[in-house]
């Protein structure tokens, strides 16, 4: 079985039409990029929906937690 682990910078587009750009590692989204979603089905407008930090194939937000 041969697998395409993508390393380095590239482009995917789903069947769906939404996209990705931007750095992979090991098959995975890893690094700086921005990710579209389209609107009107695979043929129609995209619409970006973030733009930043991956990690594992996951949106890396950070967060910060307020006790008092």
Not at 16 to 32: D, F, I, L, P, V
Not at 38 to 67: F, H, Q
Request: net charge positive.
């Amino acid at each position: 079985i041969f697998v395409l682990l993508r390393p380095g910078y590239g482009e995917q587009i789903w069947p769906s039409g939404n996209k990705y750009e931007g750095e992979w590692a090991n098959g995975m989204r890893h690094g700086r990029g921005t990710l579209w979603v389209s609107t009107g089905g695979p043929n129609g407008p995209l619409r970006k929906v973030y733009t930043g930090n991956w990690a594992y194939d996951m949106k890396e937000v950070k967060a910060c937690l307020l006790i008092s």
